[in-house]
């Protein structure tokens, strides 16, 4: 075996001690001994020296190249007089010295400390009850509060001046979103068809970037959050509250600046038009999905103003289009979380909760699409830069793999040798109204894999769109505010801008690692409030469906909860089971276990 020397990877750690290094530009992982691990931590990029064995392959020798983290959370404990940091075990195998922990802190107590090298430095004590949260926010990096220089930013903010924007506060005007949201980043206005049946529909956006300046306190706090954290019953934001539940935040009867991008969408759903300008603006409602949707559906107006009604239903007539050519065209056309939880007084889940998309959740995603969709294709038609969200298509052998899963869940979608964009709609015709249809979702989500960012324009798959990208969040996401700083820069006169700037790219790959280990402290915590959940029912049965086959064990989805858990292999009858990585299948003594069952 040719390996190279020295290679480059990033570090995992598993909680027994050991870890396992993922190599760079290789589908393949080597082994990490639990002494070799010793001063490193989840996530750290490092070189180290390969070398075959029983194992596999084994690294030895690392060498730190970069690391994230700028922070441990653990537990004090002493030797010999000394005290040191024993870190969350899904981060490190090692304890690190502790440096500056007051000397009232007793052994055992859980903490927070900065990394300096290769010591950590106290920064403070955790009480009990915040001990999992803060637990989770730290492992994956999240800083739950502010600077103060981005703080005092935040307080001195004002709204800016209205030259140059373009009026639309006599414009019927609303914002449709969950009872719980408080960062309204986005409002929809359309005026009467044109006697061709012409349908204009705008999207007007918060103008973030007017109280938040790039390279300023708030801008690089910002960016090194890259998006807003929505964990059960808590949120990180992105903007300290005082911007995005306030001065950003497009609160009904409030005047606010915004980026508008105006479609002009025929009776076919073609978008024949569209202009992007700066605009000031005022919400004349906020209206929830609910009561939009019990308008629509059942001609039900306790939801919705008099005033707005017209506006609603012409919404309406222009979403619709657009889905008629979203269905035309192919791919899925939404995929949302398939639970959520309800929470007691006391931030303890009591319930889970299924979701269902409703017209009013489609309404709003066609026209957030349509939105980003245009804005990539009026940054393209001037030849200026963007931050495109990209998803390949998925290669053969994923084709063949999702094929095989759909029969294991009793569905002959028939693939072929391709996927296309087409015959993934008709296979979520198949499956939409199944029984099955969250974990038929949550496996086709894995195989078609993660959308990212990259400055090259090309297509993302699952939305069967030519060009996409983010624009209808820069309250929540940085690389929806890059966007607007590009095109607020060509509307200001600036010619100098040009299309795959290097340092877009640099940026590209910066956020998507942010996001990512934003999604995963999610994750984190939604499943240790649903396993507290869980205690509580200790001994009952359960039916789910197998969703992921690994070495170790299997993953399940339960059936009407959407909840998700682990059966460990040494746990399932018919062993000693052997993995079939291929095909994601357990076989053992006349049993096996795969996808789908």
């Known amino acids: 075996m040719q390996l190279p020397s020295p290679a480059r990877g990033v570090l995992s750690v598993h909680p027994r001690g050991f870890g396992f290094l993922d190599l760079a530009e290789r589908d393949e992982s080597a082994f990490v001994p639990p002494p070799a691990l010793r001063g490193f931590l989840q996530g750290d990029e490092v070189e180290a020296e390969l070398t075959p064995d029983d194992r596999g392959?084994?690294?030895?020798?690392?060498?730190?190249?970069?690391?994230?983290?700028?922070?441990?959370?653990?537990?004090?404990?002493?030797?010999?007089?000394?005290?040191?940091?024993?870190?969350?075990?899904?981060?490190?195998?090692?304890?690190?010295?502790?440096?500056?922990?007051?000397?009232?802190?007793?052994?055992?107590?859980?903490?927070?400390?900065?990394?300096?090298?290769?010591?950590?430095?106290f920064e403070r004590s955790v009480p009990e009850d915040e001990r999992p949260l803060t637990a989770t926010l730290v492992r994956w990096g999240i800083r739950a509060e502010f600077p103060e220089d981005a703080l005092a930013e935040a307080r001195a903010g004002e709204l800016p001046s209205w030259e140059g924007r373009r009026d639309l506060r006599e414009v019927p005007t609303l914002t449709i979103d969950a009872p719980t949201s408080r960062d309204l980043d986005d409002a929809l206005s359309a005026l009467p068809a044109q006697p061709d049946g012409a349908v204009r529909v705008f999207v007007s956006i918060a103008d973030v970037d007017a109280l938040v300046p790039e390279g300023s306190a708030l801008d690089r706090e910002a960016r090194g959050r890259a998006t807003s954290t929505y964990l059960p019953g808590h949120v990180v934001p992105m903007l300290p509250r005082e911007l995005s539940e306030g001065l950003l935040s497009l609160l009904p009867e409030q005047e606010r600046a915004t980026v508008t991008i105006e479609l002009r969408i025929d009776c076919d759903g073609a978008v024949t038009a569209r202009d992007v300008y700066l605009s000031r603006l005022r919400s004349h409602a906020r209206l929830s999905y609910a009561g939009v949707a019990a308008f629509l559906d059942q001609d039900d107006p306790s939801g919705v103003p008099p005033e707005l009604q017209e506006t609603l239903r012409w919404l309406r007539t222009a979403a619709s289009r657009l889905g008629v050519v979203r269905k035309a065209r192919g791919g899925l056309e939404i995929q949302r979380e398939e639970v959520g939880l309800k929470l007691d007084e006391d931030g303890r889940a009591?319930?889970?909760?299924?979701?269902?998309?409703?017209?009013?959740?489609?309404?709003?995603?066609?026209?957030?699409?349509?939105?980003?969709?245009?804005?990539?294709?009026?940054?393209?038609e001037r030849g200026l830069?963007?931050?495109?969200?990209?998803?390949?298509?998925?290669?053969?052998?994923?084709?063949?793999?999702?094929?095989?899963f759909a029969r294991n869940f009793g569905f002959l979608p028939a693939f072929g040798d391709r996927l296309t964009p087409r015959g993934l709609a008709a296979f979520q015709e198949q499956f939409q109204t199944s029984d099955v249809a969250p974990q038929v979702r949550t496996v086709l989500r894995r195989v078609l894999?993660?959308?990212?960012?990259?400055v090259q324009p090309a297509g993302h798959f699952a939305l069967a769109s030519p060009g996409y990208l983010h624009f209808t969040s820069p309250i929540r996401r940085y690389a929806d505010l890059s966007v607007h700083r590009i095109l607020k820069a060509h509307l200001a006169g600036d010619r100098e801008q040009v299309a795959g700037d290097p340092r877009l790219g640099e940026l590209a790959e910066e956020l998507d690692g942010r996001a990512r280990r934003a999604s995963r402290a999610e994750d984190d915590r939604f499943r240790q409030l649903v396993a507290e959940l869980f205690q509580g029912q200790l001994g009952e049965t359960?039916?789910?469906?197998?969703?992921?086959?690994r070495s170790n064990r299997l993953s399940v989805q339960l059936l009407g909860t959407g909840v998700r858990g682990s059966l460990p292999i040494e746990e399932l009858p018919g062993g000693p089971l052997e993995l079939e990585p291929e095909r994601e299948t357990l076989r053992g003594e006349g049993v096996s276990y795969v996808v789908g069952q």
């Open 542 to 549: 359960f039916t789910g469906h197998v969703i992921a086959v």
């Open 57 to 121: 392959v084994t690294a030895s020798k690392l060498k730190l190249v970069s690391r994230w983290r700028e922070a441990l959370y653990g537990t004090l404990v002493e030797r010999r007089g000394k005290r040191f940091l024993r870190p969350d075990p899904q981060v490190a195998s090692s304890d690190w010295p502790l440096r500056d922990a007051p000397q009232e802190l007793e052994r055992d107590a859980c903490l927070v400390a900065r990394i300096e090298g290769d010591e950590v430095v």
């Open 449 to 454: 894999g993660r959308a990212r960012y990259q």
């Open 350 to 380: 009591s319930e889970v909760v299924p979701r269902h998309e409703n017209s009013a959740h489609r309404l709003v995603e066609r026209l957030m699409v349509a939105a980003n969709e245009g804005v990539a294709a009026w940054l393209a």
């Open 385 to 404: 830069p963007a931050l495109y969200r990209v998803q390949d298509e998925p290669d053969p052998e994923r084709v063949a793999t999702l094929a095989e």
